[in-house]
Structures are given as structure tokens and as C-alpha cells.
């Protein structure tokens, strides 16, 4: 039956979502699941998922907060507005308030609630995060993808000065994430400034994605609001370096001057899902209020993934593999074009066919790099190294000298999945050559 009105399946779908997939993400951990159920062993480094549970005080306010049922103010609880801009007022010495602050269902949700009010350009670097260019595509908005470098995948100022020059007046919407998914690579300080020169020269709004801020392995994450405070939004939130992606809690937090942006979001917020989930947000309070024990667990999230990241990297570089060096977060952003010749005599050509036969061949599931921009053609993929129990990893850490790097054995004791998988990818590829 094809149901009772009588229509194709489809054919009554807005334009801009017609033949629209489910994100990669999702869909290669069911492909994952699937090999799994048939006995396979399934090296998972497909979904970029926190491998920390969420920090244990954040945890214990949430419990005593499970009562909390009534409906709270669509731009947020005001103790964790409060809590959010006094968290970026330390971190950046910006003077923000409650007011500067929209708390929202994930900051997924707010970014594509701002590109649907907001009407502009969506202007991303490639490689970028799955989910920016699909929100764009079902808004209608146009998509400006902006080229990089192997040599960190970073926007450059002459890029952005050249895109903008085009057409000075367009409004448009840049958004950088850094440290970056995919590429674990981050921006300097002066590349900030020259950054932001130019975005404040075309009056570009900027959404900057710090959403991995907190896990720079070196603790020093800057934001370029610091540079551009008056164009600047900061995306972030709990997902991320609080392991708590499945809580889904984000935040915005806009210049005074562009309230009426915030309101604007807040509005059709109150149309759609109304507010954020109550007992999150009484938590997130706890989150944003930092103290001893977040620290000590973000210093030994940062060393784990600081140190797994460089061990993963040296195996990648000795084989042969390009790739810059990460800098925070849980993802790396390898080219595989050395070994094109030898994969092409196996069919392989593209991205999409590289991690097909990969997971295939060796059960090690990681993302084409076709999903992150890169052209089809280019053998480049994303690895997400969260494979391994966070929890047990952090009660080996404690206590762990904090000022010498982890020793070899902690990686083999405590993050031995990826390592396995990442010498199969070595092996796989050395055997294709
Ligand atoms: C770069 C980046 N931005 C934003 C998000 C969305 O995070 P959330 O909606 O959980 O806040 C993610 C999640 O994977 C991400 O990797």
C-alpha cells in the first residue's frame, strides 16, 4: 500500500531535503552494530563520542536535581546563564552577563536555529564538522566552502580577505571550530587577530565552535571573541569535555551588540522545543562553576588524549601517513594519497571506498572525508580515537605525575583498542603497497 493519500513516498518532502541521508556519523555506527551482531570485532573510531563518563559532581547534581519538572525559561535557567558568562568572563576577560547567554538543547539545535534566522552565507572551512553544511542545505542557505592546508586544515586570513572582497556587503556567518573536528589542529593567537581583522573588516558574523575548547591538550585554549568581541558568538556546552553529549545541553553566548540575534533565536526556540531539559540545566550550574575536582578531571581527560593523540600520529607519520599535528580534542585528519597507487590497483578511489574496504577488511570503522567537504576523489579520513573505557583510564591516571607525559605502558593498559586499531590501518596499508 502506498498509503492513503495516494502519493509516492517523498514526494510531498521540502526540496531542500529530498534525498537527504541520515548524518555518516550515525549511519556507520549502525554498520558498526550490524558487523558486531555478526560476531565481528568492530574497532569503533567512526562516532566522535566523549570516552570520559561526565565528571562525578556534575553527575551527583543532576541526582539531587531529578525533581526539578517544571517548564524554565526558553533562553535558559538564569543561575546557569549566570554560571555561563562567568565562566567565559574567567576564561577570556570579556565582560559578559545573563543576558549575553542562550542555553539550549545541544549546541547543534542553536546552531541551525541561528542560520535559520539569520539570513546570510554559511561560511565554512573544508574539512569541516558533518552537520553545518546539511542544517544550511535544509534552511536554503547558501553554502561558501573556503579551502585549506594539509598543514593544519586552518582558514588563513587571505582566504576569508579574498571571499569577502567578492561581494564586501553580503551578510555572512563563518564558522570556525577549534581545536577542530575533524583535524584536532587548532589557531595561534596571531592567527586569530588576522582572522579577526578580517571578519571585523566585512562585518562577518562569527560563530566560533569551542565546543572542544576545554580539551586543548595544553589547557590553553583562547577564544578569538578576545580579538572580535562585538562579532563574536561562542558556541560550547557540555557534550564534549564533560562527556555529557547524550544530556544535551549548549550554549551561545552573543555580544551585547547582537541581542537582538539572540532574541531572534530565542523566539522561534519558544515555537519549537520550548526550553531545555530542567535537571540538566540545575547540573550544568555545577559544570560551569569549575573548582578543584573539574580541573583535576580536565587535566587528566587533556593528558590521555594529549598523549594517546602524539603516539597515534608517530604511528600514522612512520608509515608513511600526512597528517599535522593535533592538538585537542579526539579526532585526526589523515591523507592516505601516499599509498593511492597501490590502493587504486584494489579499486580503491575515494574516500568512501577507502573506509568501506577498511572496515571490511580489518573492522577498524572511521569516517570518509568526503563527509567533512573534501572532494570525493581525495583519500582523506577522520579517525575519532575514543575507542577505549574513559572511566578506568582516568582512576589509572590519578595520581600520575601531572608535569611528565604518560608512559608508553598506560596507552597499552588503557587505550589498547585504538592502538590495535590504528597498527591494523598501518598493517593494511603496508600490505596494499
Ligand atoms: C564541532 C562540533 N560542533 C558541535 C557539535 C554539537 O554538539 P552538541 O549538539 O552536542 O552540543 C559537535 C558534536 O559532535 C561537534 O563535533
Redesign the pocket.
Known amino acids: 500500500m502506498e498509503g492513503t493519500t495516494g502519493q509516492s513516498p517523498g514526494i510531498n518532502l521540502n526540496l531542500n531535503v529530498r534525498g537527504m541521508s541520515q548524518s555518516a556519523t550515525l549511519a556507520i555506527n549502525e554498520r558498526c552494530a550490524q558487523l558486531h551482531r555478526e560476531g565481528r570485532e568492530v574497532f569503533r573510531l567512526g562516532l566522535?563520542q566523549s570516552p570520559f563518563p561526565v565528571a562525578e559532581p556534575v553527575v551527583e547534581k543532576l541526582r539531587s536535581n531529578a525533581y526539578q519538572k517544571d517548564y524554565l525559561p526558553v533562553k535558559g535557567l538564569g543561575q546557569l546563564r549566570e554560571a555561563v558568562a562567568a565562566y567565559h568572563r574567567r576564561q577570556e576577560g570579556i565582560e559578559y552577563s545573563a543576558e549575553n547567554v542562550l542555553i539550549g538543547p545541544?549546541?547543534?539545535?542553536l546552531?541551525f536555529l541561528i542560520q535559520l534566522v539569520y539570513y546570510g552565507d554559511l561560511v565554512i572551512p573544508t574539512p569541516s564538522?558533518v552537520?553545518y553544511a546539511p542544517q544550511a542545505t535544509i534552511i536554503g542557505r547558501h553554502i561558501r566552502w573556503v579551502p585549506t592546508q594539509i598543514d593544519g586544515w586552518r582558514i588563513t586570513p587571505d582566504e576569508l580577505e579574498s571571499l569577502c572582497r567578492s561581494d564586501p556587503t553580503r551578510p555572512r556567518i563563518l564558522i570556525l571550530?577549534y581545536p577542530?573536528?575533524p583535524s584536532g589542529t587548532t589557531y595561534g593567537q596571531e592567527e586569530l587577530e588576522a582572522l579577526a581583522e578580517v571578519a571585523r573588516r566585512y562585518r562577518v558574523i562569527l560563530l566560533s565552535?569551542e565546543?572542544?575548547g576545554e580539551i586543548h591538550f595544553g589547557g590553553k585554549h583562547q577564544s578569538i571573541a578576545r580579538y572580535y568581541p562585538e562579532g563574536t558568538i561562542i558556541?560550547a556546552?557540555l557534550?564534549?569535555w564533560c562527556g555529557a553529549?547524550g544530556w544535551?545541553?549548549?550554549t551561545f553566548t552573543f555580544p551585547g551588540n547582537l541581542r537582538w540575534l539572540l532574541d531572534a533565536v530565542a523566539a522561534v526556540a519558544s515555537e519549537t522545543y520550548t526550553s531545555t531539559s530542567a535537571p540538566i540545566q540545575y547540573a550544568a550550574v555545577r559544570a560551569y562553576e569549575g573548582g578543584l575536582e573539574i580541573e583535576r578531571y580536565l587535566q587528566y581527560s587533556r593528558r590521555i588524549l594529549g598523549t594517546l593523540a602524539c603516539e597515534l600520529t608517530t604511528i600514522l607519520r612512520k608509515t608513511g601517513v600526512d597528517l599535522p599535528a593535533p592538538e585537542g580534542g579526539f579526532y585526526l585528519f589523515p591523507s592516505f594519497e601516499a599509498f593511492r597507487e597501490p590502493l587504486e590497483r584494489r579499486g580503491i578511489n575515494d574516500s568512501v571506498s577507502f573506509c568501506e574496504s577498511l572496515l571490511e577488511d580489518t573492522g577498524v570503522a572511521i569516517l570518509p572525508g568526503s563527509e567533512f567537504g573534501r572532494p570525493p576523489g581525495e583519500l582523506t579520513a577522520r579517525l575519532a580515537f575514543v575507542d577505549f573505557d574513559g572511566a578506568r583510564a582516568l582512576i589509572n591516571a590519578e595520581g600520575t605525575p601531572l608535569d611528565h607525559p604518560l608512559p608508553e605502558e598506560f596507552l597499552r593498559e588503557n587505550c589498547n583498542r585504538v592502538l590495535t586499531a590504528v597498527e591494523r590501518i598501518r598493517d593494511w596499508l603496508q600490505n596494499s603497497s
Open positions: 566522535g545541544g549546541s547543534k539545535e546552531m564538522w552537520s571550530n577542530n573536528n565552535d565546543i572542544y558556541s556546552g557534550s564534549k553529549g544535551r545541553l549548549g
